[in-house]
């Protein structure tokens, strides 16, 4: 029922496709996150997912490294962030997938041959005949250039019973024009951290693109899954669009919330001192 739900969606052997998905929207599932996966692995050509393992891997920012507009959570002593540093692991390819992200993505690497990535914090695993070229293009300054690829190669977002908030897609556009450009930090070896730069920021407000991006976007019920594909340049697109526009899009106007960082770091950007791909 998943596998034919996806093919009424326009999913087939010649899709390439960066899932985001819940397990519990579709109610209860025979065979659980593997069936979901299975279907994906079945219909689709490549699947990819974000897989990072930030909760095992990632530091606040070290005392006294304050960049601009940055929004992040900083140690205050030497001590505190040295213990950090030691409790923190170092990434590998086989470190479990971030439980934030959900346990298809686990389920997907437990399972199924892969290719992963290598940036500590915000990395991809893919399954299917482009894997390795999507996932390559993930680089430690640069860790959206999976989606980029995705996009070169005529990809889909496909959303299962989650909504635009978790679209990295739309992070990868918003970047493009200097915004939600982050730096953090990660253990990269026992010892020794690293900073990490263009690392996406805020999404809680990305619902609001869902309007503009209706019109092209295809929909299905899967039991009690909403179903979503749309064309990744689709998104690319509307998000630039939005955001030239508009520097304060999808951003909301809380102090406490990054997306005051994002707005300033736009802003940066037009006036041209701010971040340069
Ligand atoms: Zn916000």
Redesign the pocket.
Known sequence: MIAEGLRQLGLSKASRVLVHASLRSFGRVDGGAEAVCRALVDVCGTVMVSAGAWDLTGLPAPPGLTRPDNACHQAQTWQEFDDALAKATVYSKDLPVDSWLGTIAETMRQNFPHERGDHPLFTYLAVGPDARPLVDAGRLDWPLGPIEELGELGGDVVLLGVGHTSSTAIHLAEQRLGRSRFYRYAKKAPGVWMELPNIPG?S??FGEIEGLLAPVTTEVRIGRCRARRLSVSDVLSTTERLVAADPRAL????P?????A?YQQRLANLRGGGHGV
């Open positions: 805020e809680h407000r951003l909301c106007e809380d406490e919330c990054r997306c005051g994002a």
